[in-house]
């Protein structure tokens, strides 16, 4: 960035900026510190007259603050957002990723996992916008998680054989860097053990994605694996581990900063189920 800004390439600039704040999202980062450096950097592009990366970082800092706040409506992410700027967003590639792949973060965060499949597959429409990009693999991780957790509900083998396409995908990704990828790689693997019913193996799995998140700082992710392992425990009717983990699972979100994804597990007795189907 201070480079860009001494060699008058502002565009440069701008574009570093911004992905040191969506790279500081992806590894863990408290989120007060995230939307800091987001505040931060924004003025600073907007002057420099960059007007798409300020775009981009202006649709970071929206779901940022929707995670951080719990008044705020995570279902209506992007769409007052995409329609102030449906003219610019018509040719932009990604921009539009962006918007449906932060939309179906959102929604699978806050268990809308139908809702998350549909944003999934929009997104999926505009992957040639990210090529070369971090998001495209986060993009497989999430997609996976949300077809295992729609086939919970609906049992479609579709969702099945997409979840375990996005894992080939993924696995990739592991194989190159797996202090970031294993644990992910680890959590789609206790998901697919989890609804063929392969208990002892899904336990091992979410174990060494919890492990394997907190090893590596990921704790957004080591988070979600606490949440999904009490999920499958309160299935198994083991109901002290559940709690344990659902416990766990609070308390890492809440250090994160999800202050809004703390107020609706807060509001649960348990462990959620998929619900989306109102």
Request: charged letters at 25%; proline letters at 2%; one cysteine or more.
């Amino acid at each position: 960035h201070h480079s860009g800004l001494s060699g008058g390439d502002f565009e440069y600039a701008a574009f570093t900026a911004l992905v040191h704040c969506y790279y500081s999202y992806f590894a863990g980062l408290g989120l007060a510190e995230v939307e800091e450096k987001m505040e931060s950097f924004h003025p600073v592009i907007a002057r420099l007259g960059q007007r798409t990366n300020s775009r981009y970082l202006e649709t970071w800092q929206r779901m940022v603050h929707t995670l951080r706040n719990p008044d705020v409506d995570p279902t209506r992410f992007g769409t007052d957002f995409q329609e102030k700027n449906l003219g610019v967003l018509a040719d932009d590639r990604t921009g539009l990723f962006f918007i449906h792949f932060m939309r179906m973060s959102l929604e699978y965060t806050f268990g809308l996992f139908k809702d998350a499949a549909e944003s999934s597959k929009q997104a999926g429409e505009y992957l040639d916008g990210v090529t070369a990009n971090v998001t495209l693999a986060y993009y497989c991780f999430l997609d996976a998680l949300i077809q295992l957790a729609c086939y919970r509900s609906d049992s479609d083998s579709e969702r099945l054989h997409a979840a375990g396409a996005q894992l080939k995908r993924l696995d990739d990704f592991a194989d190159h860097a797996p202090q970031n990828f294993l644990h992910k790689v680890k959590l789609i693997e206790a998901e697919i053990a989890r609804v063929e019913k392969r208990e002892g193996d899904a336990l091992r799995l979410y174990e060494k994605a919890i492990e394997g998140a907190a090893s590596g700082g990921y704790l957004q992710e080591e988070a979600l694996a606490f949440e999904l392992a009490a999920q499958f425990y309160d299935e198994m009717g083991l109901s002290r581990l559940a709690r344990n983990h659902f416990t766990q699972a609070v308390s890492r979100y809440a250090r994160w900063g999800a202050l809004g994804k703390v107020e609706q597990l807060q509001g649960q007795t348990v462990t959620p189920v998929p619900t989306n189907e109102s």
